[in-house]
């Protein structure tokens, strides 16, 4: 599976984006995706993950009330929508694809075959 990621820029504090992951050479129909960050300096950390048929989401505390994951399978895409931006949310965001049939609910880094190159999310306060 190939992944590309936009979306990302510069936004103020409080602000929102939208982020974009368009999926192509793969089972996309049949994988989890995620989305993961990692700011400078940091370890890559999980975001938001959606199950193949969308019925099940999880979100990292961090984020729960402010960031929704949504997936369009008729276009091999999957989204992120982020509200109310805060500087901690500062980061390069990721999109990942599980193996086939798998489901996390809490992926660390390593149970994702499948990455994008990132979209770089800045946040100013």
């Known amino acids: 599976v190939q992944l590309v990621e936009s979306g990302g820029g510069l936004v103020q504090a409080g602000g929102s984006l939208r982020l974009a992951c368009a999926a192509s050479?793969?089972?996309?129909?049949?994988?989890?995706m995620a989305w993961f960050r990692q700011a400078p300096g940091q370890e890559r950390e999980f975001v938001a993950i959606i199950k193949r048929d969308g019925t099940w989401l999880n979100y990292a505390d961090s984020v729960k009330g402010r960031f929704t994951i949504s997936r369009d399978n008729a276009n091999n895409a999957v989204y992120l929508r982020m509200n109310n931006l805060k500087p901690e949310d500062t980061a390069v965001y990721y999109c990942?694809?599980?193996?086939?049939?798998?489901?996390?609910?809490?992926?660390?880094?390593?149970?994702?075959?499948?990455w994008g190159k990132g979209t770089l999310v800045t946040v100013s306060s």
């Open positions: 990942a694809a599980s193996r086939p049939l798998y489901y996390y609910s809490h992926p660390t880094p390593g149970d994702m075959p499948h």
């Open positions: 050479g793969g089972a996309f129909s049949t994988s989890s």
